[in-house]
């Protein structure tokens, strides 16, 4: 009997370690643990308003020519030929639209414009040939400035390189405006964000003055000891009101990419 219940029991342990073991065979393979995510760095794109300021400087044409004049006081008006220049400083907006490689976009501005009016001048009075009377000559042109232009380049990553031209306009007068220049998007984190940057830019402006000026007030002639006399055209040749800005450029591009 004895041996009866021993051989029974060791059959039952045999079944169950089968039974055991086939379970065990049949249970999935423990799964590996995900592997860690890594967000892709944001590329960043020139795409976005942006708002920014300038500042500069101007050089107006130096390649004037004598004026004649006409009136209570006939003679000639001799410029030299030294550029005037002056301070330039103002504040921008426009927006940016990337396709690819290109961008384009429209900026307007508005500028303050120190450029020296006032110029040394020898004038030859009609009366007296051969006699010139020094003096200084004070243009009528505005101390101010704006331009809307359209912007098309090429942006190589953060760095865009860019033509562009449009409308000028002073308080008096308009004309037009071309020019290009290169833009940085400053490494991220330096102000915060990665959406400022910064440019270097040359304009060059013409308000076409002496076409429309026919007939009209140009500006005064004080000589040396005597009274401002009132300059009126015909103003030949005198191309002051043709200049060009060198400035460096800020701006925030609203949206970091």
Do not use: H
Not at 132 to 144: A, K
Not at 192 to 207: D, M, P, Y
Not at 231 to 254: M, Q, T, W
Request: proline residues 5%.
């Amino acid at each position: 009997m004895r041996k009866c219940v021993l051989s029974l029991l060791a059959g039952v342990a045999s079944v169950t370690l089968v039974a055991a073991s086939a379970t065990a065979a049949d249970l999935p393979a423990r799964a590996a643990p995900p592997a860690p995510i890594i967000a892709a760095a944001p590329i960043f794109t020139w795409t976005g308003f942006y708002a920014g300021v300038n500042a500069g400087w101007g050089w107006r044409s130096d390649d004037r020519e004598s004026v004649v004049l006409g009136g209570a006081v006939p003679g000639t008006l001799i410029f030299d030929n030294n550029s005037d220049g002056g301070f330039t400083g103002g504040a921008q907006i426009g927006y940016n639209y990337q396709i690819g490689s290109f961008v384009i976009g429209l900026e307007t501005d508005i500028q303050w414009a120190d450029t020296d009016q006032n110029v040394d001048v020898a004038f030859l009075p009609a009366a007296t040939p051969g006699v010139f009377v020094p003096g200084t000559f004070d243009n009528n042109l505005s101390d101010w400035f704006g331009t809307v232009r359209a912007r098309a380049g090429v942006a190589f990553d953060r760095v865009l390189i860019y033509a562009t031209g449009g409308l000028a306009y002073a308080d008096d007068n308009t004309g037009w405006v071309v020019g290009g220049g290169v833009e940085w998007a400053l490494p991220t984190g330096l102000f915060g964000s990665s959406a400022v940057t910064f440019g270097l830019e040359g304009l060059w402006l013409n308000f076409d003055s002496d076409d429309d000026n026919n007939g009209g007030f140009v500006g005064t002639f004080t000589p040396v000891g005597g009274v401002a006399t009132n300059v009126f055209a015909p103003d030949i040749g005198n191309d002051d009101n043709e200049f060009f800005v060198a400035r460096a450029k800020l701006n925030f591009k609203f949206g970091t990419y």
